[in-house]
């Protein structure tokens, strides 16, 4: 498979790609591959983004979170430079017949986002690790290669939403795991300030900021972004 078009981004070697069709199996992946996760909820009615359910009705909320992940994993899960897994809630919704069957689907786990995302990289097998939610319509491959690439020389990578949030959050794990979510404001302004307050003394790198879908108002506004192009940084 070619690879995309990086524009404005410096190549760096990446990850060994898969000898000829045969897929490796987890357990003799390359030690330090590139690893993201997609956390999502499931797309069920009273899951699915609720603030839009009570502002359009249940059936757009629905619609949309089943398109917004499946048009995610649908870009990113066929890239041979990261392997890619799901990792959803409620626990029980990793056995739904809405995920697609070629993407490794497991639980979140409980507890608040924090909790959630630490557990996930605390876990995950050693490398690089990127998290990143469905409701960004425009986070693309160049994006993810771009976290990755910045990953090689940071200790940390966010994509921050203009909700003062963040729809990308990397860790380089090394030479140990950070745990910088703790006493963060989730679903406010504050939940990307809130994080980079844990991170004093790391460093830090950003990528664009982008539209993330939580209102029927930013719903419409991100939807008009779609077909425009928005680069990644240099890396």
């Known amino acids: 498979m070619a690879r995309p078009a990086m524009p404005a981004v410096r190549q760096t070697p990446g990850p060994p790609r898969r000898l000829g069709n045969r897929k490796a199996p987890q357990s003799r992946a390359a030690p330090f591959r590139w690893r993201l996760i997609v956390m999502a909820k499931a797309p069920v009615a009273g899951r699915a983004k ?21 048009a995610l994993l649908q870009r990113l899960a066929a890239d041979p430079r990261w392997s890619t897994s ?21 639980p979140q786990g409980g507890g608040d986002l ?44 966010f994509g921050p939403a203009e909700d003062g949030g963040y729809w990308l959050v990397g860790l380089r794990r090394r030479p140990r795991p950070l ?9 406010s302004a504050y939940a990307l300030a ?23 108002a930013n719903l419409g506004r991100c939807q008009g972004y779609v077909g425009r192009r928005v680069h990644p940084p240099p890396g």
């Open 50 to 70: 609720t603030r839009i359910a009570s502002e359009l009705g249940v059936a757009t909320a629905v619609r949309f979170a089943r398109h917004s992940a499946a």
């Open 86 to 106: 799901l990792a959803v809630t409620p626990d029980g919704a990793a056995q739904g017949r809405f995920w697609p069957r070629q993407v490794p689907v497991g």
């Open 114 to 157: 924090g909790a959630r995302m630490q557990r996930l990289f605390d876990r995950a097998c050693p490398g690089p690790v990127i998290i990143v939610g469905t409701d960004t319509p425009l986070i693309g491959r160049a994006h993810i290669a771009a976290a990755f690439r910045l990953l090689g020389r940071h200790d940390t990578v």
């Open 179 to 187: 745990r910088p979510f703790g006493g963060v404001r989730w679903s």
């Open 194 to 216: 809130d994080t980079m307050a844990n991170l004093r003394g790391r460093s830090v790198a950003r990528l664009p900021t982008l539209c993330d879908v939580d209102t029927s």
